[in-house]
């Protein structure tokens, strides 16, 4: 949920009591927001306070790229503008800044069992990859496309790792060598592929599942980043195999969009399975994110919006000895409100695993 407050005084960069006039009772806020630590039964909570400021008019004069998701801020850009925006032909650009993916990793020298069909273990556990993060929580491991993150114990309820699929974020494969599932948005994300043939395939069921698509139509009361890819199942791989990241969160109002431009805001690739000393399973892909144009006048034809699920890795080198690729990540979401026509055609496809995505105009 989300909602617009006015600031009623400056907050510094090292910390402070913010006070605001909002649309609720009294001028307070309209929804609840909480910031808690996981327990047992409940993922982390948190919410974020994004400052907006508003243009008379505004013409890009570059690309703009919106800064990642990082389990506390980023992960959204949000422009308000009291006249014309003008893309003038420039990207915004959200790709993979929204939930991260997931993983676990192992020590070469442990071998994952026959195959389980286990929904949570542990984050510690060689029988399993790690969950993606989600609306439902953040798991101990994670991949931001750049950075391996532990937060140094499990996360989520029961544990951070397991085929099951926590909200919109990706399964994690399981015994042995599945692939991880993709994230969710738009549309649910894809399930990993059973694990090494040459132990039996996916006799109980230990492929990723997909995160789901977290709200019902209609979807235009909610701003929802990507989910994040679970991991693949590893016993060669030290490091782990990692889940994509979900695209991020852009959100623009204004009197008027003219010219043309671009938003993305696509998830990443699942991590490929590839040879150590023998392929492991692949990670899920993460979940396009959410584009929402609201202009009070003209039309959004001018402007190209994609919003596409990230592959499922694929695996490598085990041609007549397959393992489990990962899963595609479902579509993202757009919302678009304009008297004069709205964004012509967006890409929202899922990738490899499930197309799917939401449209609301």
Not at 157 to 169: M, V
Not at 205 to 210: D, F, P, T
């Amino acid at each position: 949920t989300y909602e617009f407050v006015r600031a009623t005084n400056s907050v510094p960069l090292t910390g402070g009591t913010l006070t605001f006039e909002g649309g609720g009772a009294g001028d307070g806020l309209i929804n609840s927001y909480n910031n808690f630590d996981p327990t047992v039964s409940q993922g982390r909570r948190t919410f974020q306070i994004i400052r907006v400021v508003q243009y008379a008019s505004l013409t890009l004069s570059s690309n703009i790229t919106v800064p990642d998701w990082n389990g506390q801020v980023g992960g959204v850009l949000a422009l308000d503008i009291a006249g014309n925006m003008d893309f003038n032909g420039f990207t915004i650009n959200a790709d993979n800044r929204g939930f991260r993916g997931g993983f676990v990793p192992n020590d070469p020298s442990n071998t994952s069992g026959a195959n389980n069909g286990d929904y949570v273990l542990p984050g510690s556990t060689t029988e399993g990859s790690g969950k993606g993060e989600g609306i439902a929580g953040t798991p101990r491991y994670m991949w931001d496309g750049t950075s391996a993150i532990d937060l140094g114990s499990d996360q989520l309820p029961g544990g951070d790792a397991g085929r099951g699929a926590p909200g919109n974020a990706g399964g994690g494969g399981n015994a042995h060598n599945a692939g991880g599932g993709g994230g969710g948005n738009g549309g649910d994300g894809g399930t990993g592929g059973i694990g090494w043939e040459g132990i039996g395939g996916d006799l109980n069921g230990s492929r990723g599942l997909g995160g789901v698509s977290p709200v019902a139509a209609p979807v235009g009361d909610r701003r929802i980043m990507g989910g994040g890819g679970g991991g693949g199942d590893v016993n060669n791989d030290a490091n782990g195999i990692r889940g994509g990241q979900g695209g991020g969160i852009v959100y623009i109002q204004a009197d008027q969009f003219v010219g043309s431009g671009t938003i993305t805001s696509n998830g990443s690739d699942g991590e490929v399975g590839e040879v150590v000393n023998a392929p492991d399973g692949a990670g899920g892909g993460g979940a396009g994110g959410t584009v929402a144009l609201i202009a009070q006048s003209g039309s959004l034809s001018g402007v190209t919006i994609q919003a596409r699920g990230g592959n499922g890795g694929n695996t490598t080198g085990d041609a007549g000895n397959e393992h489990g690729p990962g899963g595609g990540g479902g579509g993202g979401v757009v919302i678009s409100t304009s008297p004069g026509g709205q964004v012509s055609s967006p890409d929202l496809a899922g990738e490899i695993g499930r197309a799917s995505c939401r449209e609301r105009v």
